[in-house]
């Protein structure tokens, strides 16, 4: 059996990412970055793709992690930078259901922690569990957890006034993102069995918009087969003749205003003198003499 290697795992991933980038050239442009002045939190589960859920180009956002999407004084330190060198407006706490900090147990990693990381972690706080759920911040529900980011972010005497902050919910499931006014609005964070009138209203939008989808590509199908035809009906017309060439009537009418502003100049022809030798003069009257 071959033995795992993690870093041949990534370096032949990035063999692969050089044949895409060697057939796609374009896909690696130059710009200013984000392209959006946009920050998502989000969490480190790795079913997250960001890029793929809201069909993003790597760039166009920036994107930060942490186990369970929590405020903690390195996220700040992030986004304050974000804030301030890349010139970010929103921020997005991006939770996900089925999080597997709902599911840690502090017990199980207390035994597993060396004494010294565990001395790190309590600091002076006297009762075990609640240095751990201090440090570790887990949480029970999913939803509940986005308001509460959404209330530390904005009590944030750091943050500007004027940075808007506000939540979404991820289904890996299902690939369906709730803003957090449908959450409140189907109140998720109470009643969890809201979910299924959630997801048919969601089944509803997606059917609105495949169907005005269909129409675009319909429409730009139809625009591209009249410029065709078009196109078509001009090289026919031009080979009618091979010799003339057959021009539309508009242009027809601007070549024939063109010539009658045209002015043909006079031509004069200077008189035409015959002179007739003295010779055929003599003749001529000596046969009359005759």
Known sequence: MKEFSPESILMQGNLKFQEILRDNPTINQHRNIPRYPILILTCMDPRIDVYRIFQLDPGDVLILRNAGNIYTEDVLRSILIAIHEYKITHLFILGHLNCEMTKISLESIFQKLEKKTL?????????TFLGLQRYFRNFANEVKNIENQIIWFKDSKFLPSDLTISGMLYDPSSGW???????????????????????????????????????????????????????????????????????KPEFIEDFQ????????????????????????????????LE
């Open 119 to 127: 001395k790190h972690i309590l600091g002076n706080y006297s009762n």
């Open 177 to 247: 993102i709730f803003d957090f006014n449908e959450i409140q609005q189907y109140g998720l964070i109470e009643n969890s069995e809201n979910y299924k009138e959630l997801i048919k209203k969601k089944e509803t939008s997606f059917k609105t918009f495949q169907t005005s989808e269909i129409k675009k590509k319909e429409q730009k199908i139809e625009k591209i087969n009249e410029q065709k035809l078009e196109k078509e009906t001009f090289i026919r017309e031009k080979l009618v003749d091979s010799r003339l060439v057959k021009l």
């Open 257 to 288: 205003l063109s010539c009658s502003k045209i002015k043909i100049p006079k031509i004069y022809l200077p008189k035409i003198h015959v002179n007739i030798p003295r010779v055929y003069k003599n003749m001529e009257s000596k046969h009359n």
